[in-house]
């Protein structure tokens, strides 16, 4: 078993595709498929479900995967202590999602990326509701994403901007004369949970009007999209429609009443130590 082996099989976890892996890990399918039952003749269990249609981790499978980035984060961290090079080398995993990759993740990078050039970045893009459980199953090191209501204890939570909430509307439907309550008696379209979803409740509650639902949608893209379409109305972050490829079928609406959304880092407390992760806090911006 070695660290080559590790990092591959972490990448097969995330992708599950080996066509995908075996491309961005520069080796051949056969080598793959040979690496892959290597390990799990060391680990004495199969690791992986396979069909002509998809790949699943197995229970054991997600055990290994465990102990395969604990041992890969140990080597980098070896690393750095042989090495007399103040450059951190290794893996840093971020996730967020497609509007916070726009709107924040560059600026938050430029000075990582040019005080440690060695260190590599990997990105998994999506839904923000779910950055908190990327991160407590050490899918990934660090999300960026709204502070949940509740944050587990085992998390970690450092704000880096504050983030206005708006009534978005499809533009074809806009009228001067209806006021914010008329709005909020059309369709609503909802993100499935997550910060956003309850600033939507706490409003309707505070107002006093019955939601319309018409869908409820896993990302705030996607919503976005089903405003433009003329589906319904949503509650979204301002910044997703600064970003959004329809902004120009779209009219906000500035929501007083709701609170900004705490946009931060998440991270696990066990990874306080850890030279990259406290390498990358150090350069972000302190809101």
Request: proline share 6%; charged share 20%.
């Amino acid at each position: 078993m070695d660290i080559r082996s590790l990092k591959i099989y972490l990448h097969l976890c995330d992708s599950l595709h080996f066509g995908h892996t075996a491309q961005r890990m520069h080796v051949s399918p056969s080598t793959l498929s040979r690496q892959l039952q290597r390990l799990e003749q060391l680990a004495g269990s199969q690791l992986f479900e396979r069909d002509n249609r998809q790949v699943r981790l197995t229970q054991a499978g997600m055990a290994f995967r465990t102990f395969a980035q604990e041992t890969v984060n140990h080597w980098q961290l070896l690393q750095q202590q042989l090495t007399l090079s103040t450059e951190l080398i290794g893996q840093l995993r971020l996730y967020c999602s497609v509007t916070a990759a726009y709107s924040h993740l560059p600026s938050l990078l430029d000075t990582f990326r040019r005080q440690q050039p060695l260190v590599e970045i990997n990105l998994t893009t999506g839904d923000a509701a779910n950055a908190p459980e990327q991160v407590q199953q050490n899918l990934a090191d660090i999300a960026i994403a709204a502070k949940p209501a509740l944050l587990a204890t085992s998390l970690d939570f450092l704000e880096i901007d504050s983030i206005p909430m708006c009534l978005v509307v499809p533009k074809s439907e806009w009228r001067d004369d209806l006021t914010i309550n008329d709005w909020l008696n059309k369709p609503l379209i909802l993100p499935e949970r997550g910060p956003s979803r309850d600033s939507a409740e706490a409003l309707y509650k505070q107002l006093g009007i019955s939601m319309r639902i018409y869908a409820q949608v896993s990302g705030h893209e996607a919503m976005a999209s089903m405003v433009a379409l003329g589906c319904g109305i949503s509650i979204l972050p301002e910044v997703v429609i600064q970003h959004s490829p329809v902004r120009d079928r779209l009219q906000a609406l500035p929501l007083a009443q709701v609170l900004p959304l705490k946009l931060g880092c998440i991270s696990r407390r066990t990874m306080r130590q850890d030279p990259l992760l406290e390498a990358f806090l150090r350069t972000l911006p302190q809101h």
